[in-house]
């Protein structure tokens, strides 16, 4: 359940960035797109949250929420997997550039969503 919160702490941090500087954050998806690593990293790290997802979704105050998000991280991990690296990298390009001005919205949508999870770790 820590992991959930540590989660959902991250993807706060984010959302604050999304919402205070879009721009920076749509240039942090490009520069982290360009790194050798990026692929594995997003493969692995998705499907290592989402088993954890699933896993500990019991433990948790929605249960059946966080199922459902450990299936949609080990999904996308897996579907990630099969993609080949040039094709990731060029979809990340795209959705940086495509979507900078909507980050601000979509930071702000997502705060909520963010303290949501931690919330629903139940660690207090």
């Known amino acids: 359940m ?16 999304m919402v205070i500087r879009p721009a920076a954050f749509a240039n942090g998806i490009i520069a982290f797109s360009e790194r050798p690593y990026f692929h ?10 989402g088993v954890i997802f699933i896993r500990y979704c019991a433990d948790t105050r929605f249960p059946q929420l966080i ?43 997502s705060v909520p969503l963010s303290l949501l999870l931690i919330y629903a770790a139940d660690v207090v």
């Not at 594995?40 to 949250?49: G, Q, T």
């Not at 993609?83 to 990340?92: D, G, I, L, M, V």
């Open 40 to 49: 594995i990293v997003e493969v692995v790290s998705r499907i290592i949250a």
């Open 67 to 109: 199922l459902v998000i450990g299936i949609v991280l080990l999904c996308v991990g897996i579907g990630l997997a099969c993609t080949p690296p040039s094709q990731h990298r060029k979809f990340a390009l795209w959705s940086a550039q495509q979507f900078k001005n909507q980050f601000r919205l979509i930071g702000v949508v």
């Open 2 to 17: 820590y992991f959930i919160a540590a989660f959902g702490l991250l993807m706060l941090l984010f959302s604050l960035v």
